[in-house]
């Protein structure tokens, strides 16, 4: 008989369990072996996966056992917007004693005169809002300052028998008044508008000044309530833009700034939301009518 291959064995030597993993056969996986497993292309015995393996209907991924929203897949379209489901829209409408828990829904179903010059026929109208009322702040107190001191004025002047400087004092009280009207006038046709593609502010009587931001491009938006502002309810919207000059960014003295912030940030995120909401209060209301 002849001596064995291979070195003398050397309880000792370091190498020795490096060499016997390495030579250790690998073992031969068969069809049967587990689940997932089979021979591969080209491999007798060889392992390969399945194409089911790991595919399967899981808790988490279930279509009627996951919470929240769906997003339903399209193999043409890539996927579909996701469901509004009918407690979400129950939500933002309002209840049977009129009452909402916000008002998201337009002041107004369509646009005033003044307004729809402006929207292309495309364009979704949202909504339009004057400025606070606090606005006019400034041009009502000049307006009663004037009042009482040129009514002392003219009347003091009126008992010293100076004719022409009681006419001057009434003639100067009509300019301050005719400010003040042009002042009001002004707050009339100053318009917040909102769509579904930007946000626009439209002002002046005699030179207009129309300013716009489309909603792709705000990319920081933000309200600003001084303490007289939250007690009267309102406040100073910041729009921030990607690009350098930017034709609307600071709007003062708008009403309801909480509710007008969440109307815009439902426009830019929930797009589809509104779109549900709208249209399922146009289809009540004309279902009212019918009745």
Do not use: C
């Not at 406040?235 to 709007?251: M, P, Y």
């Not at 700034?257 to 709208?278: D, G, H, K, S």
Request: glycine letters at 10%.
């Amino acid at each position: 008989m002849g001596s064995p291959s291979g070195p003398p064995f050397d309880p000792d030597d370091p190498d020795r369990e490096r060499r016997e993993r390495d030579t250790e056969p690998i073992p031969r996986i068969g069809p049967d072996d587990g689940p997932g497993y089979g021979a591969g292309p080209g491999l007798s015995d060889g392992p390969s996966l399945s194409d089911d393996v790991g595919y399967g209907d899981g808790p988490g991924y279930a279509g009627e056992g996951r919470s929240g929203r769906a997003w339903i897949r399209d193999p043409e379209a890539g996927y579909q917007p996701p469901q509004i489901s009918e407690d979400e829209l129950a939500g933002l409408r309002a209840d049977a004693t009129g009452a909402t828990p916000r008002r998201v829904l337009p002041l107004e179903d369509e646009p005033s005169s003044l307004v729809a010059r402006y929207l292309f026929p495309t364009e979704r109208y949202r909504g339009e809002w004057k400025r606070h009322w606090i606005h006019l702040t400034t041009p009502l107190l000049v307006g009663i300052a004037a009042t009482f001191v040129l009514g002392y004025l003219s009347g003091f002047l009126a008992g010293q028998n100076v004719g022409a400087l009681t006419t001057i004092a009434v003639l100067l009280w009509f300019a301050v008044m005719g400010w003040v009207a042009w002042k009001v006038a002004d707050w009339w046709y100053d318009r917040f508008i909102l769509t579904n593609k930007r946000v626009m502010v439209v002002n002046g009587i005699i030179t207009r000044r129309v300013a716009m931001m489309p909603l792709v491009r705000v990319t920081d938006m933000k309200y600003e309530q001084t303490p007289s502002g939250r007690a009267l309810n309102y406040g100073t919207f910041v729009l921030e833009s990607a690009g350098q000059e930017q034709a609307l960014r600071e709007i003062k003295n708008l009403p309801n700034p909480n509710e007008l912030y969440l109307r815009v940030v439902e426009e830019m995120y929930e797009p589809q939301a509104v779109e549900a909401r709208l249209g399922k209060e146009a289809d009540e209301a004309k279902a009212d009518d019918g009745a």
